[in-house]
């Protein structure tokens, strides 16, 4: 059952924001959701590669500039993320500050900042859910090595954060 935990990031979320160990994130994936022109919700997924919070009340993520998810911040500019992992599960509700800009050293790559709104934790009721846990989230593979991967997400939070 979700409850509002408040309108800041919880420290295991900035600590996973932070950009610093992505090695340790490679392969989760991050479902986002937004408003399609048509009022439908759409998911689509991002990599840790692609957040950072540079605050407990900032999220920047490097969204594909043609995509559909762009059209829908731009439109809407509401944004929910969900972070589900194992033992966690929060849910993010943020609003999105436009205009978007480029991400410099990534010209394929807008930069949206999304300002955090609502938080929730979602958890087990113990009074109906007894041993109940999250054991694990979305997960990816790259099709590609490693070192190629992290070397491309840390141009891409280097960008997110302002740095190249």
Known sequence: MSRTIGSSLPEPLQERLRG??????LGIAVV??????????????????????PDARRVRLAIHRASGTADNLRRRGRITLCFVEAGMAYYVKAAVALPEEPVPGCPDLVRFEAIVEQVLADEARADSEPGAAIVDGVRFCTGRPA???????RRVVGGLRGRV
Not at 20 to 25: G, T, Y
Not at 33 to 39: E, F, I, L, R, S
């Open 20 to 25: 610093d160990d992505l090695a340790a994130r």
């Open 32 to 53: 986002i959701v937004t408003t399609d022109g048509d009022g439908w919700p759409h998911p689509a997924m991002v990599s840790y590669g692609e957040l950072v919070a």
């Open 147 to 153: 070192a190629a991967v992290l070397r491309d997400w």
